[in-house]
């Protein structure tokens, strides 16, 4: 195997062939996937480092790699050893990549980035910060394609369909309602490059990202006719006559050789800038009218129709069920648990019911100063042993038949300290009062951030973590365009849209907590005030009775906890076993 000085070598070769003076690497796929299939990880190849996360910046005589705290300790090791150096993102000095670009690189230098990686909106984003130092940004073809000569190929894993009870409306209507909303728009052809947009239109489910029930495609809306770009190989024969009578296939591969061909110069092509790469930019016939906006799926998908709910509704409960077994197995059985067999334990506990498909993402179980890292991942090494007394941040989520869960539960391992009772309730208290808060139609998710923060913002605490991402129906556990947070996302909350609600708090090298449920936006009723919307709670899922105090707590929120226990108890006690039964009935005792 190639040492990484050596990549970097040959690396800067293609770079002088190329005419180019650096190299950017931002470890995406052409379909800005958050998880890549092995052939387009390649900040991991061309440094070493395999986090999640992180821009490689290469230039004739350096090598940089920025990545954010998450990763310091991991991105040492790794690089340890080659040319690499890192850059530890936010931290004093440090600055970000384009602006190291900007302050280290002669007038007149070209950079190049791979065009399938980069969207047509950081492609400008980026042609305006480097222009203005007079440098130039290059769209070019994938440079380590020409010295990676191992590089895995793209996945083409079997595809399968969704019965159209499940995903409650047929891929015909859907591809029916863009063709309108693309008529209004005064378009004659949209282009759907994002995966999970693409698998809801279609209500297909694949298998080629990791995580994320969706597969390498394409798809091209015409007024009368559809085409999707995927190898026909992953679809059986049956599949593949059903998807024939509403879209023609092409391969995947081919999308940018047979644009030219099904496009013509005077249609008026629809895309999304967020989600559409240069390649397929430079694959547009020349002179073609260009329409821009949010890909008209993300809105319906966002959306979910009650059957979906129904579905999600169904998840949940499936989910609750090996929630209490693993919280009554964690406290009852003795065993000597690690983070990793934790998050294991668990996995397998859902994979006993067999509407259970796998993990929605990767697990995080973190044990005391690891929890208070908000996405730490444990590794072989980082792995601890839950042993004395602390706190463990569990946030995991399961892909089932008809559904997706994600779900947060702080566990108490030991005896509880005042102060993590303390901060525990304040997060609680912060879970509890954005649940319950009733809201006007048109409604900003920004404009609901503070309830969740409220509390421990009295105490001169917060988090830095958004409090809501936007949760798919058995497809991404991030999905657009909706959010919580004080970012200011103008996407106005509605019915159907699926929610986390999921505060929290994190004391540096000590102990982390987060109480992560999933809501529902729902029809709230009109007053003469207008339309008003709430939220519905799907995650079921007893709190940790031991970290609350209930001194902090009103008696509004008193009645709230008492009546979420009791429908927990309600929905989950004739699934359970009896010694889990009453267990259960312990720990959803009211308060009061």
Wanted: negative net charge; proline residues 4%; hydrophobic residues 40%.
């Amino acid at each position: 195997m190639q040492g990484i000085d050596a990549r970097l070598g040959q690396l800067r070769a293609v770079m002088k062939d190329k005419g180019l003076d650096a190299w950017v690497v931002n470890g995406t796929d052409p379909h800005l996937s958050e998880y890549v299939a092995p052939r387009w990880r390649t900040r991991e190849w061309i440094s070493g480092f395999t986090g999640s996360a992180g821009t490689v910046v290469v230039t004739a005589n350096r090598a940089l790699l920025w990545a954010d705290s998450r990763y310091f300790i991991q991105a040492e090791q790794q690089l340890a050893g080659t040319s690499f150096e890192l850059q530890k993102m936010d931290t004093p000095q440090v600055v970000d990549h384009i602006t190291w670009i900007t302050q280290n690189l002669p007038e007149k230098s070209r950079i190049g980035m791979d065009q399938s990686t980069l969207t047509v909106s950081v492609w400008r984003s980026l042609q305006k910060n480097l222009g203005a130092k007079r440098l130039e940004l290059v769209p070019t073809s994938d440079a380590l394609d020409v010295i990676w000569l191992d590089r895995p190929q793209a996945p083409c894993l079997p595809v399968v369909a969704m019965e159209d009870r499940i995903a409650g409306e047929t891929r015909k209507n859907k591809l029916e309602r863009i063709r309108q909303s693309c008529q209004k728009a005064g378009c004659t052809h949209t282009i759907v490059s994002s995966l999970d947009d693409i698998a809801w239109i279609l209500n297909l489910r694949g298998q080629d990202v990791q995580y994320s029930p969706v597969f390498l495609s394409y798809l091209l809306i015409g007024p009368t006719a559809a085409w999707l770009f995927a190898q026909e190989s992953r679809f059986d024969s049956s599949l593949r006559k059903d998807l024939q009578q509403d879209v023609l296939i092409l391969p995947y591969d081919q999308v940018a050789a047979q644009l030219g061909g099904l496009l013509q110069s005077t249609d008026t092509i629809y895309i999304s800038p967020d989600k559409t790469n240069m390649g397929i930019i430079k694959a547009l016939p020349k002179g073609i009218n260009r329409k821009e906006g949010r890909d008209f799926s993300t809105d319906f998908k966002a959306a979910k129709s009650e059957i979906e709910l129904e579905g999600m509704r169904r998840a949940h409960l499936l989910d609750g069920v090996a929630m209490v077994k693993l919280l009554y197995r964690f406290e009852t059985s003795g065993t000597r648990y690690t983070e990793i067999s934790l998050a294991e334990e668990l996995h397998a506990l859902r994979g006993e019911h067999p509407e259970y498909l796998g993990p929605s993402f990767g697990p995080i179980a973190g044990y005391r100063g690891h929890g208070a890292l908000a996405h730490y991942s444990a590794t072989e090494e980082s792995n601890s042993a839950l042993t004395g007394e602390g706190l463990v941040v569990l946030d995991t989520g399961g892909q089932y038949l008809t559904g997706m869960t994600d779900i947060t539960r702080t566990l108490l391992f030991g005896d509880a300290t005042e102060e993590m009772q303390r901060d525990y309730t304040l997060v609680l208290k912060g879970n509890l009062a954005l649940a319950a808060q009733r809201f006007p139609k048109g409604t900003y998710g920004y404009q609901l951030d503070v309830l969740a923060r409220q509390f421990l913002w009295q105490y001169g605490l917060s988090y830095s973590h958004g409090t809501g991402h936007g949760v798919g129906f058995r497809l991404n556990v991030h999905e657009g365009p909706q959010n919580i947070s004080p970012r200011t996302v103008m996407v106005p909350l509605a019915e159907g849209m699926v929610l986390s609600d999921e505060p929290g708090l994190y004391k540096k090298d000590r102990y982390g907590i987060r109480i992560e449920n999933l809501v529902a936006v729902r029809p709230e009723g009109r007053t003469e005030f207008g339309e008003f919307l709430s939220f519905e709670v799907l995650t079921l899922c007893p709190f940790e009775r031991r970290l609350i105090l209930k001194s902090l707590l009103n008696e509004q929120e008193v009645r709230m906890i008492d009546s979420y226990h009791g429908w927990v108890n309600s929905e989950l006690s004739a699934l359970l076993g009896p010694d889990e039964r009453k267990w259960l009935e312990g720990k959803t005792v009211p308060l009061t």
